[in-house]
Nanobody, 120 residues
Framework: QVQLVESGGGLVQAGGSLRLSCAAS????????MGWFRQAPGKEREFVAH????????YYANSVKGRFTISRDNAKNTVYLQMKRLKPEDTAVYYC?????????????WGQGTQVTVSS
């Protein structure tokens, strides 16, 4: 199993940028596809981005496509979410998660989350 810890959240004005990091423990990190999710107060958690185990394939929600970039550095056991041209509607707690190898679409491990606030 892996343990995940997000960092890099904060307050930024609309149009600005932030880079979130997700540090993972364990020697099997490179075996997991990873995803980023977010949840705003009073709303359901929503998918943001996904990256394959090798980093060669990525997928994004339409709401962030063209603005956000997911990447990973397996040597550093870290996944990143580079967020650009941020909008107030991007305000949420952001979570990284590791996808199950036996049940596609199910995420077995989650971080504690990091707050991103975008002001107008």
């Amino acid at each position: 199993q892996v343990q995940l810890v997000e960092s890099g959240g904060g307050l930024v004005q609309a149009g600005g940028s932030l880079r979130l990091s997700c540090a993972a423990s364990g020697r099997t990190f490179s075996s997991y596809a990873m995803g980023w999710f977010r949840q705003a107060p009073g709303k359901e958690r929503e998918f943001v981005a996904h990256i394959s185990w090798s980093g060669g394939s990525t997928y994004y929600a339409n709401s962030v496509k063209g603005r956000f970039t997911i990447s990973r550095d397996n040597a550093k056991n870290t996944v990143y979410l580079q967020m650009k041209r941020l909008k107030p509607e991007d305000t949420a707690v952001y979570y990284c998660a590791a996808e199950s190898a036996t049940a596609p679409g199910r995420y077995d491990y989650w971080g504690q989350g990091t707050q991103v606030t975008v002001s107008s």
